[in-house]
DNA sequence: CGGGGGGTTGATCTCCTTCAATCAACGTGG
DNA sequence: CCACGTTGATTGAAGGAGATCAACCCCCCG
């Protein structure tokens, strides 16, 4: 099941200047690549489930991860979509708080936690990335509790779309024909999830923008976004579009 | 208005063991004490608008602040409580993401911005902590991503009350004859925005909750706990009590 | 005494959930 | 090649949890 043998130069990564590994030196490089080995996940795969023993921390090489809580009686809310580079796993802690599920097939670089909390005791620049992307994720979800709280259906669902278009032109800048466009990587009971909705108001809401003129969809997953302007207008979004654009 | 007068040695500081410092060696924290200074903020005054410069970072000692996000038609949004021991601010960014308030009289044990991230550079054991700390921050977060998604009304009062008690019995220990009491550190309205509600909603449930029997209130503040399990029990927690009992 | 901040309670409304039917795409086996 | 089941999505009808609008209370303070 597991896919140990393909083994990628760090130097040739395709995360290499985004992941917790993204200061280091050449030498500093050299000691990761000794303890790292890489894991492949089909899409649906539970990566990690909450209350487990974490064996390893790593990051995200490509494909897409949900970090999830479920309540006894079922109810699920998404609290982290984690895209290539981003980092899974919390040193210092023996057990996962979250289940970690892969939505599409999906490749880890991993490390043995233990070797990787001494490598980072040893090593200042992949604590400091590491801090700074914690930093970065605590605000995005300071964000998300803000959609969470106070947003509409429809405002929830436009900003969703607009984050998924504004993370993965950081990744690579995409644009079909001069018009953004966004694929969405979640089903839409997985995006009811993340949003705090029911599928079915997700169903109507995406339409609703639809008929709008907001987006318009090709297929199920595919959205275009005829007027970014108008989406974050839409989203209830005081700040522009930042470093999208 | 600064009341710059007052200067606690660090190892006399009631938050000594638990703030950005604990893990400081006493040259670190002779280090640490040569760019430190206090302020105090009077209960409503806001301590650093969203937007601006941020001059300082630092702990708060004593009183509670909040962080809150608001939209432009004044839908508000609070992301975190602050107690004592609590870190404010964030290095390596120029401007603050968030209004940061204070609820009550609070003091503050701040540091300039810069001589802070030279002296985090040189300093791991202050890294090592702010990055501790900000994981648990996070873990929080995510938590109350939960809450404000998939919780009742009902569920969130006795969520915020559990959580305030398991806090405040991680900074002292206190029960009032065998009986486990908390104050609530926040008006209705600040409760509300915390929770997503509003302030009829938060008022409404604490009267039901009275009525069941799960807690019993003196005054508007004051809330004692007869039966904690049965509370955790209405917050729909999965997880008991943790560190607290 | 008047006024204001904080809190409670009531009546009504609405946005979202719940329950349910339907549909399209896809794969599988007869 | 077509019946069948499955999975993901859309749409409709009904109901309910919480929002909204509004009245009122309590207590402190000038």
Redesign the interface.
């Known amino acids: 099941m597991h896919d140990h043998s393909v083994h990628v130069q760090c130097s040739e990564c395709p995360i290499r200047h985004r992941a917790v590994c993204a200061r280091c030196e050449t030498d500093e490089l050299n000691r990761l690549e000794q303890i790292k080995y890489y894991r492949s996940f089909q899409a649906g795969q539970t990566i990690i489930w909450s209350g487990d023993r974490m064996e390893f921390v790593g990051s995200v090489v490509s494909g897409i991860a949900t ?1 999830t ?1 479920t ?3 079922g ?3 998404m ?2 979509l984690l895209l290539p580079s981003d980092f899974v796993g ?1 040193p ?2 023996a057990t996962a ?2 289940d970690v599920t892969a939505t599409t097939d999906l490749v880890m670089c991993c490390f043995r936690k233990k070797p990787f909390e001494e490598l980072m ?1 040893t090593t ?1 620049h992949i ?2 990335r ?3 992307m ?2 970065d ?3 995005a ?6 959609l ?3 947003k509409t259906a429809r405002e929830k669902i436009a900003s969703l779309i607009s984050i998924i278009a504004r993370r993965d032109a950081a990744l690579h800048l995409r644009r079909a024909g001069g018009k953004l466009a966004v694929d969405l990587p979640l089903t839409r009971e997985e995006m009811a999830d993340y ?2 909705l029911t599928l079915e108001t997700v169903s109507r809401q995406i339409s609703a923008l639809k008929k709008d003129g907001v987006i318009t969809l090709e297929g199920n997953r595919h959205v275009q976004i005829p007027d970014l302007d108008r989406l974050l207008e839409e989203a ?1 979004d ?1 700040s522009d579009g930042g470093m999208l654009v």
Chains 1, 2 share one sequence.
């Open positions: 970090l809580q309540m006894e009686d109810r699920r809310q609290v982290g919390r210092g802690r708080a979250f005791a200042p604590a400091q590491l801090l700074e914690t930093l994720e605590l605000d979800a300071r964000e998300w509790m803000l969470l709280g106070r949003l705090g209830g005081d």
